[in-house]
């Protein structure tokens, strides 16, 4: 078998950095050694002066999202072309399960959209129905590869589950293996100031924050956590916005409760005054950009352990959707961000002293790949895991510009701002898909990656 040797780099693992050679046989890690023995026949490619990183895992995008209101412009080519610049080598999406549709059409009907993905892909599910005595249903999620399922606390009707359904959803899920996944936001709270906007003739784009405020997450993250101690469940909180939400999901896991959450790089690295900027229509998401102080705080949170992971839950919304209507309420709520995960979250914490290169990847790697069943075959640099491999030269310096970018938004939330490094190479299973920037992956190589049922020692070992 022919075999590649990336010589030289600087090996980049949660347990430390060393220089050294990362051998690949086929779609596989081999070796990863101080030194390699060569072969004649073998390809080398030199990588001193790069970081040599596992292939990153975005554990919550929304590549082709349809939400039965809006629509993204992309599809799985350009969503995971990006994701190919970006380094990132496993997607984690998400099927939808449509009013009136078992989980098994959901599923057949997403793997179906991504046949032309670049790399490989993983689901959690939406779960929008669960009538009572339907429980055991949820066995057929876990029979095909998806053991986490997303539910909301708000987005009444079509997304909008209630207390009693999320309970009994949580005991069948930690009886079945399943982790239950939350967008927390009290639904009564965000309806009342939103509509308290529109009454008062302020629903402009720069009025977006208002409506959905910090006590609605703050609240909603609380009682979900009440619900999983009731259940017993393991729970993971997605796109933290606020200090107070992580430090709940932190004391609730240093009381004993298996909790977990993430946060995102537009709550760390931006603040509400993005909605006094030229182009608030830029930054309609949900939850919103967070009040000055919130992005340190959130730092300060991921340097002390409390953050588990950082996805970007990236939409690829066109500026012509953003903007076709001027109401806050009528435009689709999402941001791009895939591509530039990697070099922003390097920048702002590795290079601004918030955390190490062993902390960067133990949140974009390895604990993605733990919580969603995919360890060790993704998020690892070890012998028997896919070569999914990032070269990182850390030496550039540049600005992020829309223009340079590979997907379709037409504009980047972090427009304009400093990056130190960029994505050399990406290897996805032994195949380079990315060199310096051209996308050399071919649509359709991509594979769904199936999890295993949720173990809460994965997170402890």
Known sequence: MTRTIVRGGTIVTPEGTFSGDVVIEGEKIAEVTEKAESRPDDTVIEAEGLLVLPGI???HTHIMLDTGIYKTADNWLVGTRTAAAGGVTTVVDFATQFPGQSFREAVENRWAEAQDAIVDYALHCMVTELPIGSEDSLRTLIEMGLPSFKI????????YMDDATILRLMRKAVEIGGLVIVHAENDAMVTEATEHLVNTGRTGWQYHPLSRPPEAEQEAV?????????????VYIVHCTTGLSVELVRNARQAGQPAWCETCPQYLLLDDRVYRSEHPEHYILQPPIRPAGEPEKLWKLVSEGAVSLISTDSCDYTLEQKREFTEFTKTPGGLPGIETLLPLVYTYGVDKGRMDLTDMVRLLCENPARLFGLAPRKGFLKPGSDADLVLYDPGVEKEIHHEDLHYLAGYSPYEGM???????MTFSRGEVIYRDGEILGTAGRGQFVPGKPFSVDVMET
Not at 222 to 234: E, G, Q, S, T, Y
Not at 418 to 424: A, F, I, L, T
Request: glycine share 6%; proline share 6%.
């Open 57 to 59: 895992v975005d554990a």
């Open 152 to 159: 909301y606390t708000t987005y009444r009707p079509n997304y």
């Open 222 to 234: 609380n009682r979900i956590l009440f619900l999983a101690r009731l259940a017993d469940a393991p």
């Open 418 to 424: 400093g990056v130190k490094g960029e994505v050399r």
